[in-house]
C-alpha cells in the first residue's frame, strides 16, 4: 500500500509527481523517491515524508518529462534511503517502483546473486527490477518482453512502473492485486495508484485489470494480458472534482471530512429512499431482488472502520429484515474454512475498496458458490468490480487516513440495505417504512446540529488529552460505535483506548477504572437507556471520569456525568449515525492538542493492500 505517480508527455515531470506524492501520501509515509530522464536517469529518494524528500533534492537537478515516484508504507525492509523506491538494477538502467509484495523474492534472489547481481536494499521489489535485467541478458528480449516475462515468474501483488536509461519515450505499468490508473491526456500519459494526482490534468482515465501490463508512449499506448493477448483498453470519465481533493480552509482533512457529513449522507441516499412512498431503491441490486427474498444468512465481511459499520449493519438488518447476519474479520474468514452455501450472501465493506484481506475474503465466498454485494466508496477500485452486484457510498474522495465520513456513509448504505431487503421478503409493513424513511431523510440536519457541540466537545478535549487510557462504551447498536470511538481516539492521538459492550464492563473493564480513567458513555434514550444509567452510577461509584453522549433534553445522566454531550432524538436505528459525530471531534481535538499529526498518523495508511 503505497503511493504510486508516473508522468510521460512534454511538461516538466517532477511537479506532476511531487504534487501527486502529496495526494497519494495516505497510503504511506515512511519514505518517498523519484526517477526522472531527461539526459540521464536520475534517482532521488530519502527516507521520511514527501516534503523531506522536497527538501532533499532542493538545487539538483529535475529536469525531464518522463518520470515517475513513489511514497513507501514498509513492508519489506525498514523505513530508510536505501530501502526506498525507485529502485535500479544492477547495471543501473531499469528503475522501478512497486506496490505489493512479491512472496517469492527470496529464491529469485538467491539465483541472481549467484549470478552476480548486488542487491543494495532489502527490499523485494529491487529483485523484480534485477530479474527483468536477467531475462534481457539472458534472452536478448526487448524491455517490454523482458518486463512482461518477468512478471509471469513473480507470484504476489503488485501495481508497478519501470522506466529504462536506453527508452526515453518507455513507462511500463503493470498491475496485479494493487491499483494502478492511467490518465489519458494529449500526447502526456499519468498514472497514479488512484485517480487523485490524475484528475486536474484529465478526467479520462483507464483502471487496468489485474494481469495487465501497459507499454505507453507519447503519442499511444498499448495494453496486454500477461499472456501476451493485446487488450482493448476502456477509457472511462472520472467523476471527481478537484474541490474534493483541498482542505478547503480546515486546518486538517479529517475535521473538512467530519463536516461533510450532512452533505455525504445526503449524498449516499439521494436517489435511493421515497419516503412517502414507503419505498427504497437500490439500482446497483435490483438484478438480485429475487434472490434476496431467499436467503438463509448474511455474512458481513470488512476490516478496520468498515468492519466496525457492519457491525451496525448486523443490527439494523436482523431487526428489519430478520435475516441472521455475520460480521466477520475479513482477515480471520480466509484462513478459517469457512462454511458457506449458495444460499449465503456475502456483504464486503471497504472504503478503499482495495484491501486485500477483504479481497481474498470475497475469493473464497465466490468460489463457494455465495453471492457477493460490495459496499464501497472508491469508485472503479477492485471490490466494486470483483463483486457480483454492490452500492457505492458516495461520500466522496476520503483523505484523512482515519476514516469519518465514510463510516457514516457506509451505515448509511446498511440501513439502506436493511430496509431494502426487509421491503422484498415483507418483514417490514409499508407504514413503518414510510416512518421510518421520513426519520431517515431528516439525518444530514440532525448531523448538522450534531456539529455545533464542536467547541464544546474542544473544551472537554482539554480536561482529557493527557489521558493515558480511555474507555469507550455502549449497548446495542451504541457498541460499535464505541469500538468506532475508541480507534479514533487511539489511532490518532495515540492514547490507549478500549471500546466495549456497556454490560461487559463488570467482567474485566472495570478493574482498570479510577480517578485516572475517562469513560465514555453512550447513553442515548434508547430500550437499554436505564441500563447504561446503572453502568454509569457503577464508572461513578469507582471515581471513573464520565462524558456521556445523551439525547438532547436528558437530566438523568446529565447528574451523574462529569461532563455531557447532546445529540438530537432521533430513531433508535439511526443513533450510531448521530453518536459517532462527537467521538470523532473528541478524538480530533485531543489529537489536534497533543500535537498528532491526525491526517498522517504514525505507522498506519489508509489503504492495506498487503496481508
Ligand atoms: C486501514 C485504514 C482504516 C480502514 C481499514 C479498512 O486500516 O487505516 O481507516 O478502516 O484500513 O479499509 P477499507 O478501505 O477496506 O475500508
Redesign the pocket.
Known amino acids: 500500500m503505497c503511493g504510486i505517480v508516473g508522468y510521460i508527455g512534454y511538461r516538466d515531470a517532477y511537479p506532476i509527481i511531487i504534487k501527486g506524492l502529496h495526494r497519494l501520501e495516505y497510503r504511506g509515509y515512511d519514505s518517498a523517491g523519484i526517477s526522472l530522464f531527461d539526459k540521464e536517469l536520475k534517482v532521488y529518494k530519502k527516507a521520511g515524508k514527501v516534503s523531506d524528500l522536497e527538501n532533499f533534492v532542493k538545487g539538483l537537478d529535475l529536469g525531464g518529462s518522463l518520470g515517475m515516484g513513489h511514497t513507501r508504507w514498509a513492508t519489506h525492509g525498514a523505513p530508510s534511503d536505501r530501502n526506498s523506491h525507485p529502485h535500479s538494477s544492477n547495471n543501473r538502467k531499469l528503475t522501478i517502483i512497486h506496490n505489493g509484495i512479491i512472496e517469492n523474492y527470496g529464491i529469485i534472489k538467491e539465483t541472481l546473486i549467484s549470478k552476480g547481481h548486488i542487491f543494495k536494499s532489502d527490499t523485494d521489489t529491487e529483485v523484480l527490477i534485477h530479474l527483468v535485467e536477467d531475462i534481457q541478458n539472458e534472452t536478448g528480449l526487448d524491455l517490454k518482453e523482458a518486463a512482461r516475462v518477468a512478471l509471469t515468474k513473480v507470484i504476489g501483488a503488485y501495481a508497478i512502473v519501470i522506466m529504462s536509461s536506453e527508452e526515453p519515450d518507455l513507462l511500463i505499468a503493470a498491475r496485479k492485486g494493487s491499483p494502478l490508473v492511467i490518465g489519458v491526456g494529449k500526447g502526456e500519459y499519468f498514472i497514479a495508484s488512484d485517480a487523485t494526482p490524475i484528475v486536474e490534468y484529465t478526467k479520462n482515465v483507464i483502471y487496468l485489470n489485474d494481469n495487465e501490463i501497459a507499454y505507453i508512449h507519447r503519442d499511444g499506448l498499448l495494453v496486454k494480458n500477461i499472456d501476451n493477448t493485446i487488450q482493448t483498453p476502456y477509457i472511462q470519465e472520472l467523476d471527481m472534482k478537484l474541490e474534493m481533493l483541498e482542505k478547503g480552509g480546515y486546518d486538517h482533512f479529517m475535521l473538512k471530512e467530519i463536516y461533510e457529513q450532512p452533505r455525504s449522507i445526503r449524498d449516499c441516499m439521494r436517489g435511493r429512499i421515497y419516503p412517502q412512498l414507503g419505498k427504497v431503491q437500490l439500482g446497483g441490486i435490483k438484478e438480485y431482488t429475487e434472490k434476496l427474498k431467499n436467503i438463509d444468512r448474511i455474512i458481513i465481511v470488512?476490516?478496520?472502520?468498515?468492519w466496525h459499520a457492519g457491525l451496525v449493519g448486523e443490527y439494523l438488518i436482523e431487526e428489519y429484515a430478520r435475516v441472521p447476519v455475520e460480521v466477520e474479520y475479513a482477515s480471520e474468514f480466509r484462513y478459517r474454512n469457512p462454511i458457506i452455501t449458495e444460499k449465503d450472501l456475502v456483504i464486503a465493506?471497504?472504503?478503499?475498496?482495495?484491501?486485500a484481506d477483504?479481497m481474498a475474503a470475497i475469493e473464497l465466498a465466490k468460489e463457494r458458490g455465495a453471492t457477493i454485494f460490495g459496499i464501497c466508496n472508491v469508485v472503479g477500485a477492485s471490490i466494486p468490480r470483483t463483486t457480483h452486484a454492490g452500492v457505492y457510498t458516495h461520500a466522496g474522495p476520503e483523505i484523512g487516513?482515519?476514516?469519518t465520513k465514510?463510516f457514516t456513509a457506509q451505515v448509511t448504505v446498511l440501513t439502506l440495505m436493511a430496509f431494502y431487503i426487509a421491503q422484498q421478503r415483507g418483514t417490514i409493513t409499508q407504514s413503518k417504512l414510510v416512518e421510518h424513511l421520513t426519520e431517515l431523510n431528516s439525518i444530514p440536519e440532525l448531523v448538522e446540529q450534531a456539529l455545533k457541540s464542536n467547541d464544546h466537545i474542544k473544551e472537554i478535549a482539554v480536561k482529557f488529552k493527557d489521558s493515558t487510557n480511555c474507555l469507550f462504551l455502549g449497548r446495542g447498536s451504541s457498541f460499535p460505535v464505541a469500538l468506532e470511538g475508541a480507534l479514533k481516539l487511539k489511532e490518532i492521538s495515540y492514547i490507549h483506548a478500549e471500546g466495549y459492550p456497556a454490560a461487559e464492563m463488570k467482567h474485566g473493564p472495570i478493574a482498570l477504572i479510577d480517578d485516572d480513567m475517562p469513560v465514555v458513555f453512550i447513553a442515548t434514550k434508547d430500550s437499554s437507556y436505564e441500563k447504561v444509567v446503572s453502568n454509569i452510577q457503577e464508572v461513578k461509584a469507582r471515581k471513573g471520569h464520565v462524558i456521556a453522549i445523551v439525547t438532547e433534553g436528558d437530566t438523568q445522566v446529565k447528574e451523574m456525568a462529569d461532563f455531557v454531550i447532546e445529540i438530537p432524538q432521533t430513531d433508535q436505528a439511526f443513533v450510531p449515525l448521530l453518536a459517532t459525530i462527537p467521538l470523532q471531534l473528541l478524538a480530533y481535538h485531543i489529537a489536534v492538542m497533543r500535537g498528532c499529526n491526525v491526517d498522517q498518523p504514525r505507522n498506519?495508511?489508509?489503504?492495506?493492500t498487503v496481508e
Not at 498506519?604 to 492495506?608: I, T
Open positions: 470488512a476490516c478496520g472502520t468498515s465493506i471497504s472504503q478503499s475498496g482495495e484491501t477483504t487516513v482515519a476514516s465514510a498506519l495508511a489508509k489503504s492495506v
